[in-house]
């Protein structure tokens, strides 16, 4: 409904009109009384009073509530009849709701701020909000006195002002540009590119039906789809109507001694389309990912909107033509990255020549977005484990800027910009490795990587000391008979069993008999001191890490398994990142970003998790992990740059006695000095490694990694 602000100001003179015409009306009655020999008496019951007659303004203020309601004909009702006789009611109709909805109007005002006797007219105040913003103005209405009611006199001005009937009222969008998504070296992740429109001209085809039928083969089309398009209602004979976006041909990778074979296979395609009459090939402006599967989980995607997304964001400026961010950065950042589109309303004579601007809401384009992601990190992890299944983070130890977000394997999210047809739709779904799935947002059994975990919770309780000799106790060892027939088992002997060789040698017995000396209650309340149970302050969501199933470690087995990373225990890679940074910045854990600063000033998420004291003594550990002969991650050892880490292999086991179960490789490694011109800090784990050397198969991938990480800078 509009919003009434009606100023009565017809004033003394409109009251006396009323008064002379009821005089009159009296008199008359009542010599016909007289004549007619009779006595009219009023009567003054309920009911019987004479209905007064509306005002013009408050005629003028039904039109107009009709509007908002898209109630049209009740307009035209409202009309003289001399109007009605120079507009016929379908044209009255059509004008008024092509205009009014056109600029989606809502939110009417009106105000009547004056009446004029003598010409029989209103003037009033109208405004309203528009697809481009408020329009206001004054304006003048003017009425004629019909046999029940004033009626209005219908003109194109009452719509706006100097609107003739001959004029036309447009309404143009200027498309918001989406922003790029960049590296921290501003090198594109997301953003602008050309690929190559297909479409057909119907009145060049020379053979429609098998036309469509070779092109619904070539463009992987059905062609029902094909014919649906061409017989769209707008489409005529010398219409361009697109089919499909496809790859735009790189002429500069096909002049190379050896192009790559899908580029050759796409000329072919392309002149094979090009044989067929009607068809046109055109350059088109599209969403591009340069880094294709290398980035796909990290960057996503955006798609056209649909009917459920207009509905969703109804308000928030999406149109039929807007694209949406789906997942991954693409979606994160939908709000900042998709802008405003600008809009226009106004005039045009018969000529097409714009007379006035009625609002116009100029464009905003999207942000820029920078990521704390270096894309040569992001490529090098990906090209290493692009065959497994895998994640990876990275991240810089001492700031907390992550470096890269890696799943593998992975799928070309320039395919859903081209338009994904149902056959690659169904392969995605259907492979068993499950290429859509995005695992570095998962949670994973950690192994021995959690193990400096458990060892700087046992140094900062005091439940562990570190020169304590756990005695040699061979390859199997059980706390004592209650536990059945359970062992726990390791892989090396050596002595002394102290902390330190405990983690060189990687032996579960000695975090086993640590967790069992840390106890239920200190594992819980420090494993949630370091986030377990809690959300990552990240961007993106991540899987919570757990320690249980349920809300405790329930037996003692349950217990020493969990001091080796084995059990409940299930943590997310960049979590573990997290955790790790703690042991090189005294016992500060760090909170990772993705967002790109200028100035990179760490902010830690939880301070002093640990004792600068047990976090170095974890730390030295770790570097010993890496550098001494002995240690399971030497296989990254290295002359010049001094590095830490830690090796694990996670067993899977459908049960206890199963012996057919599969290994998750682990690999965390990290510049151990903060002085390094290039630090870094690697959590890898792969799923799958068992017979392939387990956590030793993650070591030797990123051992090429970092040695293009040291290369390259």
């Not at 008199?27 to 019987?48: D, F, N």
């Not at 000799?469 to 002595?495: F, I, M, N, P």
């Not at 377990?532 to 890490?545: C, R, S, W, Y």
């Amino acid at each position: 409904m509009v919003s009434r602000k009606v100023k009565r100001m017809r004033g003394r003179k409109l009251n006396q009109r009323r008064k002379r015409n009821l005089g009159i009306l009296l008199g008359v009655l009542g010599i016909m009384g007289v004549v007619l020999g009779g006595v009219i008496v009023w009567r003054a019951e309920v009911g019987g009073k004479l209905p007064e007659r509306k005002g013009a303004e408050e005629v003028l203020v039904d039109y107009m509530n009709c509007i908002p309601n898209g109630e049209y004909e009740k307009m035209y009702g409202m009309l003289h009849e001399e109007s009605r006789e120079k507009i016929q009611k379908e044209d009255f109709v059509k004008r008024n709701s092509a205009i009014y909805e056109g600029i989606e109007i809502q939110e009417m005002e009106i105000e009547v701020v004056g009446y004029h006797e003598d010409q029989m007219s209103v003037t009033y105040q109208m405004s309203f909000d528009t697809v481009a913003g408020e329009i206001s103005f004054e304006n003048e209405a003017f009425f004629e006195e019909g046999e029940e009611t004033y009626e209005l006199i219908w003109k194109d001005s009452l719509i706006f002002p100097g609107l003739q009937s001959t004029d036309k009222v447009r309404v143009s969008t200027t498309q918001a540009m989406r922003g790029n998504i960049l590296d921290r070296n501003g090198r594109m992740l997301a953003g602008e590119g050309l690929a190559s429109s297909v479409g057909m001209v119907p009145g060049k085809l020379e053979d429609r039906e098998e036309a469509v039928q070779k092109t619904a083969e070539l463009l992987e089309m059905d062609p029902e789809m094909i014919d649906k398009k061409l017989s769209a209602g707008w489409v005529k004979e010398d219409s361009f109507v697109p089919l499909k976006t496809i790859p735009k041909v790189d002429e500069l990778e096909l002049l190379k001694p050896e192009p790559e074979e899908e580029m050759l296979k796409e000329r072919e395609r392309q002149e094979m389309l090009l044989e067929i009459k009607g068809i046109m090939i055109s350059d088109t402006k599209v969403r591009e990912y340069p880094c294709e599967e290398a980035a796909a989980h990290l960057v996503g995607y955006v798609q056209n909107v649909t009917a459920e997304d207009l509905e969703k964001h109804e308000g928030e400026g999406y149109t039929a033509n807007s694209v949406i961010g789906r997942n991954g950065m693409e979606g994160l950042f939908e709000k900042e990255l998709k802008g405003e589109n600008g809009c226009r309303i106004y005039i045009v004579d018969v000529e097409g020549k714009e007379k006035m601007e009625l609002a116009n809401v100029p464009v905003q384009h999207g942000q820029d977005i920078q990521l704390t992601i270096d894309i040569d990190i992001q490529r090098a992890l990906y090209e290493q484990f692009l065959e497994d299944k895998s994640c990876s983070v990275a991240m810089n130890p001492y700031t907390g800027e992550v470096l890269a977000l890696v799943s593998t394997p992975s799928y070309d999210n320039n395919d859903f910009i081209m338009g994904l047809s149902s056959e690659k739709w169904n392969e995605l779904n259907e492979d068993k490795k499950k290429p859509l799935y995005n695992r570095f947002r998962q949670v994973w059994c950690p192994g021995s990587t959690f193990k400096p975990i458990t060892g700087a919770i046992g140094l900062d309780s005091g439940t562990v000391n570190e020169t304590e000799d756990y005695g040699q106790e061979g390859l199997r060892w059980q706390k004592d008979s209650s536990w059945g027939s359970y062992y726990v088992t390791t892989l090396h002997a050596y002595e002394p069993a102290i902390l330190e060789n405990a983690l060189i040698y990687s032996d579960n017995i000695y975090f086993a008999k640590a967790a069992l000396k840390i106890g239920t209650n200190n594992m819980e309340t420090y494993l949630k001191k370091v986030g377990f149970g809690q959300d990552l302050p990240f961007e993106m969501g991540i899987a919570k890490t757990q320690y249980s199933n349920t809300e405790h470690i329930d037996t003692e087995i349950q217990l020493a398994d969990s001091g080796y990373g084995q059990g409940q225990i299930l943590i997310n890679p960049l979590h573990m990142a997290c955790i790790y940074s703690s042991f090189c910045n005294e016992g500060n854990i760090l909170k990772p970003y993705l967002l790109y600063k200028q100035e990179a000033v760490p902010e830690y998420w939880i301070p002093e998790a640990f004792s600068a004291q047990a976090a170095d003594t974890i730390f030295q550990g770790l570097i010993k992990v890496v550098n001494d002969p002995h240690g399971t991650g030497y296989g990254v050892h290295r002359e010049d740059i001094l590095l830490a880490g830690k090796t694990g292999t996670a067993e899977i086991k459908a049960s206890k006695d199963d012996t057919s179960g599969t290994e998750l490789g682990w690999f965390a490694v990290f510049t151990a000095e903060s002085t390094v011109e290039y630090p870094i800090l690697i959590v890898s784990m792969v799923e799958d490694v068992k017979g392939r050397g387990g956590s030793g198969y993650v070591v030797e991938k990123d051992r090429q990694v970092l040695e293009a990480w040291f290369s390259r800078n």
